[in-house]
């Protein structure tokens, strides 16, 4: 299994693959509560989970600091950015901190 840490949602501290009928999704876990983002799901952000979390499948963030995790989110928002844009990596980091990010807007039935 191959999982993309740095796609994980801010606050990640599992992964559940797709086994035992559920999803693929993000696990967040603080405080004896567990929240869940299911994967290509990211932008609707984080659900309470209110069932019994069963552990044995959770995959643990690997040993990846937080400034490892979002040193890999920045590069690859540098590269979708010089991508989008085709600019240097430069500009396109100067781009990103300058408060850049790229959204999508979806149309919903009413």
């Known amino acids: ?13 599992h992964f559940h693959p797709n086994v035992n009928g559920y999803v693929e999704h993000w ?11 299911v994967t ?3 932008k609707e952000g984080w659900k309470q989970d ?8 959770l995959v643990a963030i690997p040993d990846i600091t937080a400034e ?12 979708q950015i010089q991508s989008d ?6 500009m396109a980091k100067d781009i990103y901190m300058a408060g850049y990010r790229k959204f999508e807007i979806v149309e919903e039935d009413v």
């Open 27 to 37: 696990v967040k876990i603080n405080g004896g509560k567990s929240w869940f983002c």
């Open 68 to 79: 490892e995790l979002s040193a890999k989110q920045l590069e690859k928002a540098i590269e």
């Open 1 to 13: 299994m191959n999982i993309d840490w740095s796609k994980a949602p801010e606050g990640t501290t």
């Open 50 to 57: 209110f069932g019994k979390l069963n552990t044995k499948d």
């Open 40 to 42: 290509n799901f990211e």
């Open 85 to 90: 844009l085709n600019c240097t990596a430069g």
